[in-house]
């Protein structure tokens, strides 16, 4: 998503469009009760009671959905990441939206994993050191 800002700054889509685009993503997202019945964590049953109770409570339903015993987290994290797979990447919504050309895109994403990596490699650089000079203070 950090591209984008990139995008914006460099001129080649509008607030707007990125704006349009999350939107779009978001109405996409698989709500993650039907994912947790499909892969059978939980029933229909439980995915209407988490429901009823997060009508009352305003919580996310994960959140409840592990409350109420429904999930373990590291199930709700399955689920999490399995929702995220599912859903359009940003990138894909811009150009088929027309909103960014997908050369232009390329270019600002590749320049950012450049950055990136100076990013590690000082990093690293400096942990070295660290591990070179144990209790030494700069």
């Not at 019945?37 to 995915?47: I, L, P, Q, R, S």
């Not at 689920?79 to 859903?87: A, C, G, K, N, Y």
């Not at 990013?119 to 000079?133: C, N, P, T």
């Amino acid at each position: 998503m950090w591209f984008a800002f990139d995008l914006i700054d460099d001129g080649q889509i509008s607030p707007q469009a990125f704006v349009s685009a999350l939107r779009h993503q978001m109405r996409c997202r698989r709500p993650l009760g039907q994912i947790a019945v499909e892969h059978g964590m939980m029933t229909m049953a439980e995915v209407f009671d988490v429901l009823a109770h997060q009508s009352e409570h305003n919580e996310p339903f994960g959140h409840l959905a592990v409350q109420l015993g429904y999930l373990e987290r590291d199930q709700l994290s399955e689920l999490i990441i399995l929702q995220l797979e599912t859903m359009p990447r940003l990138e894909d919504i811009l150009v088929e939206a027309g909103a960014v050309r997908r050369e232009a895109l390329d270019e600002v994403i590749e320049r950012l994993r450049a950055q990136l990596g100076v990013l590690r490699e000082r990093q690293y650089e400096a942990i070295s050191e660290v591990v070179k000079h144990p209790g030494e203070q700069s």
